[in-house]
T-cell receptor
Framework: AQTVTQSQPEMSVQEAETVTLSCTYD???????LFWYKQPPSRQMILVIRQEAYKQQNATENRFSVNFQKAAKSFSLKISDSQLGDAAMYFCAYRSADDMRFGAGTRLTVKP | GAVVSQHPSRVICKSGTSVKIECRSL??????MFWYRQFPKQSLMLMATSNEGSKATYEQGVEKDKFLINHASLTLSTLTVTSAHPEDSSFYIC??????????????FGSGTRLTVV
């Protein structure tokens, strides 16, 4: 079974600074997708960024980018120019076929 | 964009009663929907995969008779918690994939239901 590991339960960053959230996963599949979701206090799950495993180029969405290392099965999220609104739980997710598995989450605090 | 509506957002029920939670895809058809459970400060745990017109697929350890799932149409899946007990109190979230979009699009989530059993 696929597993997703987020080893950082909590992270903190100063406003306008950069922070990297870690994620590793275990799979024997070759075709899969990786995602980072944000869950603010409202509990609504919001897609932040996605990466296809067959693509070597790292995905980027404005201030959010990933470092995808397929051989190492690593998928970290970098948030640049952190904003107060970035404070939330962040979940790394793995998907192959039609089900999605989540890591334990990292709670990000942004200090003004 | 794809929108998933989940109701109710909060519900309090007495032990022994049943509670139904609805998950609707508002602007797309979803042959498959997913139900997750989230305990405080924990991750989302997949409970079951709901398939339109057929039986749901439950994850190991999830009681089929306690958590009844019905996916009678392409836009509606329901989760019924039967004979609820206080330990069933949790946050339940549904999600669906907009199949008009590519597989890399990810899933759209409902806003969740906080169930409290007293």
């Amino acid at each position: 079974a696929q597993t997703v590991t987020q080893s950082q339960p909590e992270m903190s960053v100063q406003e306008a600074e950069t922070v990297t959230l870690s994620c590793t996963y275990d799979t024997s599949e070759s075709d899969y997708y990786l995602f980072w979701y944000k869950q603010p206090p409202s509990r609504q799950m919001i897609l932040v960024i996605r990466q296809e495993a067959y693509k070597q180029q790292n995905a980027t969405e404005n201030r959010f980018s990933v470092n995808f290392q397929k051989a190492a099965k690593s998928f970290s999220l970098k948030i640049s120019d952190s904003q107060l609104g970035d404070a939330a739980m962040y979940f790394c997710a793995y998907r192959s076929a039609d089900d999605m598995r989540f890591g334990a989450g990292t709670r990000l605090t942004v200090k003004p | 964009g794809a929108v998933v509506s989940q109701h109710p957002s909060r519900v309090i029920c007495k032990s022994g009663t049943s509670v139904k939670i609805e998950c609707r895809s508002l602007d797309f058809q979803a042959t498959t929907m997913f139900w997750y459970r989230q305990f405080p400060k924990q991750s989302l745990m997949l409970m079951a995969t709901s398939n339109e017109g057929s039986k749901a697929t439950y994850e190991q350890g999830v009681e089929k008779d306690k958590f009844l799932i019905n996916h009678a149409s392409l836009t509606l899946s329901t989760l019924t918690v039967t004979s609820a007990h206080p330990e069933d109190s949790s946050f339940y979230i549904c999600s669906a994939r907009d199949q008009r979009r590519g597989p890399n699009y990810g899933y759209t989530f409902g806003s969740g239901t906080r169930l409290t059993v007293v």
